[in-house]
């Protein structure tokens, strides 16, 4: 074989074993991506396999990963939304959310959040949710981090940074939630925004 068909060959199987790699998500060292034009590339390989779980008119920017129940419609799902408010009563934490969606900008390597319409949906956080925050939520003092790295957080610092953050930025910011089989979210995580 000669030495261009060898380098041929090995570009090609360079191609399609990093393809399986992205496709696959291996790779990622247990972290979730936040660069949005790797994520883009991995959603366009699900965007024929997207369905609506979300109880709205366009149901935008939800997955559904399982049956839902009409009491629980997220049950079992991974959803993007924005959030109205965050409080916690009687040791639980509520989250008022809406569905949303987030496109890749390209122009500054960020994402673009497009929030959806109608009424927001009351949900309830598990004791021992995930949060995971990126900037503007966390801030910008988080020592060594590079801004869109997502930090962990309690649920109690999560309430208070939302509602220390200003209403026009807030509004603006969108979070991955992930739920479980009773419908009570078991990991948020803010989305970057510089």
Do not use: H
């Not at 990963?65 to 924005?82: C, D, L, M």
């Not at 939520?137 to 309430?159: H, I, K």
Request: overall charge negative; charged content about 20%; aromatic content about 6%.
């Amino acid at each position: 074989m000669s030495a261009s068909r060898r380098r041929a060959t090995m570009r090609l199987l360079t191609v399609v074993a990093f393809g399986a790699l992205v496709l696959t998500g291996c790779g990622e060292n247990g972290k979730e991506p936040t660069d949005p034009t790797a994520v883009a590339a991995a959603d366009t390989a699900q965007a024929g396999s997207d369905q609506t779980a979300a109880p709205s008119d366009d149901g935008e920017g939800s997955q559904d990963t399982q049956a839902s129940t009409s009491k629980t419609p997220w049950a079992g799902t991974k959803q993007f939304v924005t959030i109205d408010k965050a409080w916690t009563e009687g040791g639980l934490t509520y989250l008022s959310v809406r569905p949303a969606q987030k496109k890749v900008n390209t122009q500054f390597d960020t994402w673009e959040i497009i929030p959806g319409t109608g009424a927001f949906t009351t949900v309830t956080m598990g004791k021992d949710a995930r949060v995971l925050l990126t900037v503007p939520v966390r801030g910008d003092d988080a020592s060594g981090a590079s801004r869109g790295e997502p930090l962990p957080s309690s649920q109690a610092e999560f309430v208070t940074l939302l509602n220390q953050l200003d209403s026009g930025v807030a509004a603006g910011v969108g979070y991955d939630l992930s739920f479980d089989g009773e419908g009570q979210v078991a990991k948020l995580q803010s989305v970057y925004r510089p």
